[in-house]
C-alpha cells in the first residue's frame, strides 16, 4: 500500500475533526472546505442481506482488514452441542464522501473513525517521506474495536510520521495479534515500554487465522494457515505455538480452546486431551487422560468432561487433574463452587468434591449464594444444604396479589419488578419470573429482620446468626461494612479495610477489621449511625 496518500488524507480530516464538535459540524465544515473533494472513495463493509456496517475506511487496506476481523472463524461452546458458527461474509464497497454526508449513520461512522485518527506530522510527511512508498499496514481491532494500526516497509517499522511519538498509538508491552492489509494474521512484540516503543514481528503475517485470546503474553498463539471446511467442531483444530522458542506444541488444538496456558487437543479418533504449558520453563507440564468430550468455556474450571466409554460425565480442573470421577449422566457448570445437574426430570446441585449437597427436586435456581428449590407448586430458598426461607405457595400469592392490584397476567411480572427496584434502590433486575422475584422479596424481609437485631445483641452473637463470617461479603450481607465501632480505649473506628488489605488477614470469628486492623470481637461496641 503507498502510504503517503493515505496520510495524507489522515491529516486533511483530522483538522476538521479538531475542529468539530459533532456529526452535524462535521459536516458543515466539510462541506465549506473546497480543497476536499466530495466524490472521493470510502470503503464500507456490506453483508450478504445487503445491509451495512455503516463504516467510513480511508483505504481498502483498511477494509480488508476489518474483513479479515469479522469474518474470522469462530465456534461458538452450547455446552452439549458445541457447533461452528457461521461464517460472516462482507462485501467490500466503494461509497463516496457525498453519500455519507447525505446519510446520519453513515456521518456518525465517519466521525466515530476520526477519532482514531493520529496528528501526523505534515512536514515529515511532505519532505522527508518518499512520493511512492510501499509499506505494509498492520492492525489491531482487539481493543474495543478500535482500528489501531502501524506501518512496517518490510525491514523496518515506520515511526517518524507521528508529531510527539515514536508510533502513531502506543503499544503494551510483549506479544500482539494483528491483521496486515491483504487480510492476513501475524505477531507483533513490543521488547520496550508502553512508550519506549522496540517492535519486531515475531510471527510472519501468513496465517488465516491466529488468535492468543490473552494468551500472547504467555507467549503461546493458536494459527491456522488455510480455512478449515468442516461441519464438526472436533475438526476445527490449529497449531499452538511458543511465540518466545517458536516450538509447536501441538498440531491438532482445538480451535480457541487456548486459554492462558491451557488448550484441548483432538486425536485421530476424536478423543480430547487437556493441555498445560509451563510458561516458565517453556514446556508441555501436565495433559489429562483422553475423554470423549471436554468442554471448554473459556477462563471457567472445573471443566465438565464426558467418559469414553461410559459417556458420563465428571470434571476436571486447570492442571488437567480429575477433580470429579465421570459419574453422571448430564453436566452443568460451577458457579460460587456448586453446579446444579440435571437428570430424568429433576434437578440436584453437587460441590466441588461430586457430593450432592441438595437431593433432586422439580426446579433449581442458582442465585447468588442462595439456591431456589420447587418442589411442586412451592418455592424455598436454600443456603448450600441448609433451608435458609421456607416453602412459600407462591401461586397463593400472585392470585392474592392480582386480586388487590387489579393486575391482568401480563402486567404482574412488571408489577413486581418496578416494586422491586423501588423498595431495594436496584436499577435493574435480572430475573426470569414472578415467583423469583417474590423470592427475593422474601430474602430482602428475612435480611432486615436480622439487622433489626444488629444493635439488640453483641457483635459476637449477632454475627453468630450467619451461617459464614470469612469475608467482605459476609460485612456487607450484615449490614456491617462501613459501621462505626468503639474500640475499649474510647477509639472510634469504621468496620472495613482498605486495598492491599484482605479477608485473608483476620480470623472473623474472633475479630474484625476496624480502620484495616484486626480488633478482638469482645473490645469491639457497636455505635448506632448518627
Known amino acids: 500500500m503507498e502510504i ?24 458543515t465544515l466539510i462541506l465549506n472546505d473546497d480543497t476536499i473533494d466530495k466524490d472521493m472513495v470510502f470503503y464500507d463493509l456490506v453483508r450478504e442481506d445487503g445491509s451495512g456496517l455503516n463504516g467510513a475506511f480511508f483505504s481498502y487496506g483498511e477494509a480488508i482488514a476489518c474483513q479479515a ?24 464497497i466503494e461509497i463516496s464522501l457525498s453519500m455519507i454526508l447525505k446519510e446520519q449513520e453513515r456521518l456518525s461512522g465517519l466521525f466515530s473513525r476520526m477519532k482514531h485518527i493520529n496528528p501526523y506530522n505534515e512536514d515529515d510527511i511532505n519532505n522527508e517521506m518518499p512520493e511512492h512508498y510501499e509499506v505494509k499496514v498492520l492492525w489491531d481491532f482487539g481493543h474495543h474495536f478500535e482500528p489501531r494500526y502501524i506501518y512496517h516497509d518490510g525491514k523496518d517499522f515506520i515511526s517518524s510520521t507521528h508529531k510527539d511519538a515514536k508510533l ?119 495433559v489429562s487422560k483422553k475423554y470423549k468430550t471436554i468442554l471448554n468455556p473459556i477462563h471457567y474450571a472445573p471443566k465438565p468432561v464426558q467418559d469414553r466409554d461410559t459417556h458420563l460425565w465428571g470434571y476436571i480442573d486447570n492442571r488437567c487433574q480429575e477433580l470429579i470421577s465421570p459419574k453422571f449422566k448430564n453436566f452443568g457448570s460451577f458457579n460460587s463452587s456448586y453446579a446444579i445437574i440435571k437428570e430424568d426430570d429433576k434437578e440436584f446441585v453437587i460441590d466441588l468434591k461430586g457430593d450432592v449437597i441438595i437431593e433432586p427436586k422439580d426446579e433449581i435456581i442458582h442465585y447468588d449464594e442462595l ?20 416453602f412459600i405457595d407462591t401461586q397463593k400469592k400472585i392470585e392474592k396479589l392480582k386480586k388487590e392490584k387489579n393486575l391482568k397476567d401480563e402486567e404482574l ?16 433486575l435480572n430475573a426470569n419470573t414472578p415467583e423469583e422475584i417474590l423470592l427475593r422479596f422474601a430474602i430482602v424481609g428475612k435480611k432486615r429482620e436480622l439487622h433489626k437485631r444488629m444493635h439488640q445483641l453483641p457483635l459476637k452473637e449477632y454475627i453468630k446468626l450467619y451461617d459464614t463470617f470469612t469475608t467482605d461479603k459476609d460485612l456487607r450481607e450484615a449490614g456491617l461494612w462501613g459501621k462505626k465501632v468503639k474500640i475499649k480505649d474510647a477509639k472510634v473506628g469504621n468496620i472495613g479495610w482498605n486495598y492491599p488489605a484482605s479477608a485473608s488477614l483476620y480470623d472473623m470469628s474472633k475479630e474484625l477489621p476496624v480502620d484495616g486492623f484486626g480488633v478482638a470481637l469482645e473490645e469491639l461496641e457497636l455505635l448506632k449511625d448518627d
Open 168 to 286: 502513531p498509538w502506543s503499544i503494551d508491552n510483549g506479544y500482539t495479534t494483528m491483521i496486515d492489509d491483504e487480510g492476513n494474521y501475524g505477531v507483533v512484540y513490543n521488547a520496550g515500554g508502553y512508550h519506549d516503543i522496540k517492535l519486531e514481528i515475531v510471527l510472519e503475517f501468513e496465517y488465516f487465522f491466529a488468535d492468543g485470546n490473552d494468551s500472547e503474553n504467555n507467549g503461546l498463539v493458536s494459527v491456522q494457515k488455510q480455512k478449515k471446511q468442516t461441519d464438526n467442531y472436533k475438526e476445527f483444530t490449529c497449531e499452538i505455538i511458543d511465540l518466545k522458542t517458536k516450538e509447536v506444541y501441538s498440531k491438532s488444538a482445538l480451535t480457541t480452546s487456548l486459554d492462558g496456558d491451557n488448550f484441548i487437543i483432538v486425536d485421530q479418533n476424536r478423543y480430547m486431551q487437556y493441555v498445560k504449558i509451563d510458561t516458565k520453563d517453556r514446556k508441555i507440564e501436565a
Open 371 to 390: 439456591f431456589f428449590i420447587r418442589v411442586d407448586k412451592k418455592w424455598a430458598v436454600y443456603k448450600g444444604s441448609k433451608i435458609y426461607i421456607d
Open 4 to 27: 503517503k496518500p493515505l496520510l495524507k488524507r489522515y491529516i486533511q480530516f483530522y483538522k476538521l475533526y479538531e475542529k468539530a464538535k459533532d456529526e452535524s459540524e462535521l459536516k
Open 413 to 428: 411480572f412488571e408489577y413486581l419488578k418496578k416494586s422491586y427496584c423501588t423498595q431495594t434502590g436496584y436499577m435493574w
Open 69 to 92: 476481523y469479522l469474518s474470522r472463524q469462530r465456534y461458538t461452546n452450547r455446552w452439549s452441542n458445541p457447533t461452528l458458527k457461521e461464517e460472516n461474509r462482507f462485501t467490500i
